[in-house]
């Protein structure tokens, strides 16, 4: 697989930080493989911020494409045909001109040993017609394509316009033949920067060219509002949180202005699941407060596929996991599985997709009407 942007020297990389080499990491809604970094679109809430990579501007590889695959597939996490696959949604763009051929590289990699993983890849760059008829040539692959589209106009926080999104969204729906699914990503939500009732309608209009649309808020970290302060941005928080920030009275005026859309979710496995017509991923069904705004024909399909784990199940799933060994089981209701012993998220993560249902750190408990995001904007609630 050709090379298109440069490889360290293992000097370099040694220099890197430790989570900046950890090219695969489990993320809530994927196994994310991230083995080319660095990013030029300069959007000031990057979650780079965290990783140490902020100031990698310009892409290059910590090894070749063929490499990075073989570590995905043969990672203790990865589940043929089970596990969600997210490509270069951590560290860069992969439609930046010089990206692009790595992200193809690696979807037909994957497309190639017949793997019908679901594949999220996340972009807010320009895409072409090659790309509709590059797409409709895989053929296993369940293949979502999440459109981040904000309409920040804040130069300094994000820099790269918000209408190459619609655009690309807009050209990339429009074939009525296509293997491929397209979700409008609207996010970061954050009050008084892009929430004006223009700002909904806008994004109302724009969803209508979408096969779903999810809406999410800020993740508002440490280093991302050092950032903001070292650079005199406006702080949209007094506090930061380890989830994204999404106000109440935020969500309130979203389902107001989406009142007649028929695919609006608050959760990215929900949208992806269902625009391939399939139970969420991630098992949401059995929290209902969440699922109030889901389309019928999703919840038959979760309600369907919900099955409530015992003990035995979870323990059964936590086995192949030596990192899982001091797991205890708290507490198992319908809702999910609260569960307490793991270091990390990434074990929760992968026992969340290996059973389909909800687990929960006791740690961070989830607050009833708040979908899982952090406490600020929200009046209390009990657990």
Not at 20 to 33: D, I, N, P, T, W
Not at 62 to 84: E, G, W
Not at 208 to 218: E, I, N, R, Y
């Amino acid at each position: 697989m050709p090379v298109a942007v440069p490889l360290p020297t293992e000097d370099q990389i040694d220099r890197l930080p430790e989570r900046a080499r950890e090219v695969v990491e489990y993320r809530k809604s994927g196994l994310s493989l991230n083995h080319i970094q660095g990013c030029s679109l300069g959007c000031a809430y990057c979650i780079r911020h965290t990783y140490g990579l902020w100031d990698e501007n310009q892409p290059r590889a910590l090894m070749s494409d063929a490499q990075a695959v073989d570590k995905l597939v043969n990672h203790r996490y990865f589940q043929p045909h089970v596990t969600p696959i997210q490509v270069f949604n951590r560290a860069t763009e992969p439609f930046l001109p010089r990206v692009r051929p790595h992200t193809y590289a690696v979807l037909e990699e994957l497309d190639e040993r017949e793997l019908t993983n679901h594949v999220l890849i996340i972009t807010r760059h320009q895409l072409k017609p090659d790309d509709v008829d590059r797409l409709n040539q895989l053929r296993h692959l369940k293949v979502t394509l999440l459109f981040t589209y904000s309409r920040i106009d804040h130069k300094e926080i994000e820099p790269y316009p918000s209408e190459v999104a619609a655009k690309s969204l807009k050209l990339m729906s429009a074939p009525l033949r296509r293997s491929y699914r397209t979700i409008l990503y609207w996010r970061p939500l954050v009050p008084g920067l892009n929430d004006s009732d223009q700002h909904l309608s806008a994004a109302y209009e724009l969803s209508k060219h979408a096969d779903a649309t999810v809406f999410t808020g800020l993740f508002y970290r440490d280093q991302i509002t050092e950032y903001y302060k070292a650079n005199g941005l406006p702080e949209p928080y007094e506090n930061t949180a380890r989830r994204k920030v999404v106000p109440e009275t935020l969500e309130r005026r979203v389902l107001e202005a989406f009142s007649t859309s028929a695919a609006l979710f608050r959760k990215t496995s929900c949208a992806v699941s269902y625009v391939h017509n399939l139970p969420d991923y991630n098992g949401h069904y059995g929290i209902p407060e969440l699922c109030d705004i889901c389309p019928l024909s999703q919840l038959e399909l979760c309600v369907s596929a919900h099955r409530v784990p015992t003990a035995e199940d979870i323990h059964w799933a936590a086995s192949v996991l030596p990192e899982a060994d001091a797991l205890q089981v708290v507490d198992i209701s319908k809702r999910a599985t609260v569960v307490s012993g793991l270091a990390t998220e990434q074990p929760r993560y992968f026992l969340q997709h290996t059973l389909g249902f909800q687990v929960h750190d006791e740690r961070h408990p989830h607050h009833v009407n708040r979908h899982g995001r952090a406490d600020i904007g929200w009046k209390e609630t009990s657990a």
